[in-house]
């Protein structure tokens, strides 16, 4: 759902989430407050513009210097890097203060 990206940080973590996975193409840096975000692309140009943001960089499979499976073990390695305590970028730099609920209609 593009736009509603701390509600759906938010659900997520309610719901039990522990660690999410977010990938972006343009570059939402946002972290969250309640469970550590992966932040991932595949855009080289996001990644050049602001990998002090991004975690981690999939732009390799498309340009065709790694497979599917290669990217997948680098990220499932940073997956459990990050579930067993490393911060990730947001964390560092302090992005991930912000929580939202998403609603629809009226509110009391």
């Known amino acids: ?3 509603h ?3 759906n940080l938010t659900g997520l973590a309610a ?5 999410h996975l977010f990938t972006t193409g343009l570059g939402a840096p946002e972290g969250h407050p309640i469970m550590p975000v ?6 080289i140009n996001t990644w050049n513009k602001l990998n002090t943001h991004m975690d981690f960089n999939v732009s390799s499979i498309i340009d065709g ?10 990220l499932f390695e940073e997956l459990v890097k990050v579930a067993s305590g490393k911060l990730t ?4 730099l302090r992005y991930d203060e ?11």
């Open 1 to 3: 759902m593009p736009g």
């Open 5 to 7: 990206g701390f509600e």
């Open 15 to 19: 719901a039990g989430a522990v660690v």
């Open 38 to 43: 992966i932040k991932l692309t595949g855009n």
């Open 65 to 74: 210097t790694e497979t599917i499976e290669e990217a997948g073990r680098r």
């Open 89 to 92: 970028k947001a964390e560092v």
């Open 98 to 108: 912000s929580m939202e609920i998403l609603t629809y209609g009226p509110v009391i």
